[in-house]
């Protein structure tokens, strides 16, 4: 049974920075594409980032581009998403999913999730 659990979240001040990560076991991680996705509270969820198995391409929402960063280490069996310059937009439940050989940005093809991890930026 695959399994996802984040951590990292917090509070933080805008402007400032968060590491999420995001360990997978019970499956072969090296294979999965990864993303990251968040739901702020009355909003629909939305793709942030995505990396492919290998983590030879990366793929970005514009609203994150530039100030956040994901990233995997297979030996590891997890994924990061690197958060800086923290805006109060950013405040939502940051969630992993991953997918064999698969990391577009469309939730609906991803075949596992994690929990979810609150990230606050307060103003």
């Known amino acids: 049974q695959v399994q996802l659990v984040e951590s990292g979240g917090g509070l933080v001040q805008a402007g400032g920075s968060l590491r999420l990560s995001c360990v997978v076991s019970?499956?072969?991680?090296?294979?999965?594409?990864m993303g990251w996705y968040r739901q702020a509270p009355g909003k629909e969820r939305e793709f942030v980032a995505s990396?492919?198995?290998?983590?030879?391409?990366?793929f970005y929402d514009d609203s994150v581009k530039g100030r956040f960063t994901i990233s995997r280490d297979n030996a590891k069996n997890t994924v990061y998403l690197q958060m800086n310059s923290l805006k109060p937009e950013d405040t939502a439940v940051y969630t992993c999913?991953?997918?064999?050989?698969?990391?577009?940005?469309?939730?609906?093809?991803?075949?596992?999730w994690g929990q979810g991890t609150q990230v606050t930026v307060s103003s």
């Open positions: 999913a991953g997918k064999p050989y698969y990391a577009g940005r469309n939730d609906y093809f991803y075949d596992y």
């Open positions: 990396i492919t198995f290998s983590g030879e391409n990366t």
């Open positions: 019970g499956g072969p991680f090296s294979t999965y594409g």
